[in-house]
């Protein structure tokens, strides 16, 4: 416990900002109880969320996703995702239904090179737009898959398992697959929020992975801070009034990461690893994180594309890979010939290839 607050004093790993609580759907899960009727901005304006990013970079911190509601509704994600990569965010995601890509934050999301997580329900109009209950939603998610795919972003997907979808579930994975998400995950549904509504009766903190909190918090809409975006009944401070450094190393984290390992006490990493990959692997998916296996919960983390039969080598992501340029003709490859001794001094003469 005492090592994890110290840990956590020390910096963030990762903050996700939840810059509108209005979405443009209404799924019947929402664990934010977001929804059209909301307003766009509710507490924190755009000011504050660049400062929040401010904030987070000063404590360590390069992983951002920002998050919602619908974090596409919001006008100022194009500046804050600008803000994020000059503040040397090296992972910056952006949750979405992909049914809202205005032609300049599409090239914004290109620029910036954003990884994209989208949410699908099933493999059908039927299955998907009963969730989010809007007709046409599910097509227009895939054409937002589609795009992010074609414009070379990584693109994961992420389908959460509940009553109306658990049929279509493998299927939906299988159609993904196919259409080229780099990453999958499947999660149970949370009975929180209006996905209380299905699953009433398991208390709070166990409806949470363990790892909340555990370098990283999200902030919410209005400037609320908790530990992360399921565990919005845990006060960590407000945004305006302590900022992110109070919430991270603050008395109320420690207190619920001591509430939760007491509600929790049969959960260990290696137990949650194992229980996420038998998970996925009951729906063909591989979470492929040679690092660490990761929780079910967590759905901040890319895990790239799965090749499992690829040896990934060291994992070095601090190190530049040089400039890509496909556009420069690397000239003929001739690796049977031996180039010889580099003279550029030397009059090579006339080439005569057949001339021994």
Known sequence: MDGDIAQLRQGLDFVWLEITGRCNLRCTHCYANSGPELPLESGMQLGDWLRALDEAAALGCRKVQFIGGEPTLHPGLPQLIAHARARDFRSICVYTNGTHFTDSLKTTLVAHRVTLAFSVYGSSAET???VTLRPGAFERTLSGIRWAIDAGLSVSANIIEMEANAH???AAARMLRDMGAHSLGVDRLRG??????ERPAQPRLRELCGRCGDGKVCISASGAI?????SRFVDLGHFKSGGLGAAVSGAPLGDFRSSLEAAQPWISPSREAAAAESTNRGHGLSPCTPEEPAPPCRPEQDP???RPEQDPGPCRPEQDPGPCRPEQDPGP???EQDPGPCRPERDPGPCIPEHA
């Not at 929180?192 to 509504?197: P, S």
């Not at 908790?226 to 399921?230: D, E, I, Q, S």
């Open 333 to 335: 490859c001739r690796p």
């Open 168 to 170: 279509d579930v493998d």
């Open 128 to 130: 998907h737009d009963r």
């Open 304 to 306: 790239g594309p799965c």
């Open 192 to 197: 929180l929020g209006r996905g209380h509504d």
């Open 226 to 230: 908790f530990p992360c975006v399921f």
